[in-house]
């Protein structure tokens, strides 16, 4: 799967874990930076990217493209009031959310199609496969988690789910059956211990196939998601989310762009008490000012 | 460093009440009005959280603020007052726990204060970090 240039996601896969609000607000500050940019809640289902910019009512959502009540996706963006930022409601039907895979296609195509300079999904909590492939096509992800057990494990579960789902895409691709099942019985590593690792899978592999094995080695190199652990009140909490890079690299393979933290901030409840952004109510904040250096590196 | 909330304000009224209110919710304040000194008095309380309320003071006692907040590496500080001069304190390097430069949120004050304050608790040092082999278990790696 090809990545593109202008696409960034943005994954939570542990509900609450403050995705959206970092969406919004990073959307806000990439647009200060001069970016054109529009933020797409693909959280299909429960969206409420709307709720945090304080759009009570808009005329269409995604809901509308989906169902084909509108034709382009392009005419479902909504002015924020903000310069250069323009978001696309999420929809609120549940059946959207497990997309038929044309329908999902069509969405990626009028995505890539979009006039911005960068296009910010939202994307749902969960490891579902829409979720993964959004993901997996984007330039860049921000893994989003908090310092919590739960969170940490949700995290590395996703980019698990990831790697599996592209080694798989590229293995049907390469047309190579006998590694697909060592795959198979890697995610099942209790009773095939030697596959706990990617490292100890493509040992196997390459006997198999040497040449296919290094060209799907070389995929996962595409994975580099940028950690962001959110709701950091220690050196402690800021930590977690070298752990989680370090398991990702020792058993998956995956080595992880970037760790950045967001501070704890009693002003982000207030904005969102208010359905403002953070980034219009209270800029000098903590939260906005960690959310600035995320801007700026991903503009590097 | 203790757990005393030290308050620098010359609005009697805004620094009364922002006294008043951490008093209200357990927590040791005391406020002073004169900035000249506050280093030594920083130094002599070692307070958990400063709070300056610069809303009333003159801009060359602003100044010694700024400069004063530079040598504060340790101690967690809340800068309330007005955007036009909480904004000189932007891109100095100065690591500011809350800017509040609307209205006095003597809430949004007290929530603050008692973040910081949960913080120095928790960062008290454990008896070892288990995180690593809590997530492999978890996860089944181990």
């Given at each position: 799967m090809e990545k593109h240039k202008n696409l960034i996601a943005i994954i939570g896969p542990k509900g609450g874990v403050g995705k959206s609000s970092i969406c919004a607000n990073l959307a806000i500050a990439l647009s200060r930076l001069g970016k054109k940019v529009v933020a797409v809640d693909l959280d299909l289902g429960a969206s409420n990217l709307h709720a945090i910019f304080?759009?009570?009512?808009?005329?269409?959502?995604l809901d509308d493209f989906v169902q084909n009540r509108?034709?382009?996706?392009?005419?479902?963006i909504v002015d924020t009031g903000l310069k250069n930022l323009g978001i696309i409601r999420g929809g609120d039907v549940p059946v959207i959310a497990n997309m038929q895979y044309q329908k999902k296609m069509k969405l990626v195509r009028h995505l890539l199609g979009l006039d911005f300079d960068l296009v910010i999904l939202d994307l749902a909590p969960g490891v579902s496969h829409n979720v993964v492939d959004f993901a997996i096509i984007a330039k860049k992800t921000l893994l989003v988690t908090t310092p919590e057990v739960p969170s940490l494990l949700n995290a590395y579960s996703f980019i698990k789910v990831a790697v599996f789902r592209r080694l798989s895409f590229f293995l049907k691709y390469k047309k190579c059956p006998e590694i697909l099942e060592l795959l198979e019985r890697a995610k099942d590593f209790e009773n095939y211990p030697h596959l706990k690792t990617m490292e100890g899978f493509f040992r196997e592999a390459r006997e198999i196939n040497s040449e296919v094995t290094d060209s799907a080695k070389k995929t996962l190199s595409g994975i580099t998601p940028f950690v962001v652990v959110n709701r950091v009140r220690t050196g402690k909490d800021a930590n977690t989310g070298k752990v989680i890079q370090g398991l990702m690299q020792n058993y998956l393979g995956i080595k992880s762009s970037e760790l950045m933290t967001i501070r704890e901030d009693i002003a982000v409840e207030k904005a969102m008490a208010r359905m403002k952004p953070i980034m219009t109510e209270a800029p000098s904040s903590p939260f906005c000012r960690d959310i600035e250096q995320i801007a700026l590196r991903l503009c590097e | 460093m203790s757990d005393l909330v030290l308050i620098f304000s010359m609005d009697d009224l805004r620094g009364g009440i922002t006294q008043k209110v951490l008093k209200r919710s357990g927590f040791e304040a005391l406020l002073l009005r004169m900035i000249l000194g506050a280093k030594d008095a920083i130094a002599k309380h070692a307070p958990g959280v400063v709070i300056f309320d610069i809303s009333s003071y003159f801009s060359e006692e602003v100044n010694q603020i700024l400069n004063l907040c530079g040598t504060l590496e340790h101690t967690p500080v809340i800068l309330l007052g007005d955007r036009s001069i909480t904004d000189r304190f932007e891109g100095t390097g100065i690591r500011l726990e809350l800017v509040l430069s609307g209205p006095l949120d003597p809430e949004l004050i007290v929530a603050k204060v008692k973040e910081v304050f949960s913080l120095k608790v928790e960062e008290k040092p454990s008896e070892g970090d288990t995180l690593e082999e809590d997530l492999k278990h978890f996860l089944k790696l181990d």
């Open positions: 304080g759009m009570r009512d808009s005329k269409y959502s509108v034709k382009k996706l392009s005419d479902i | -």
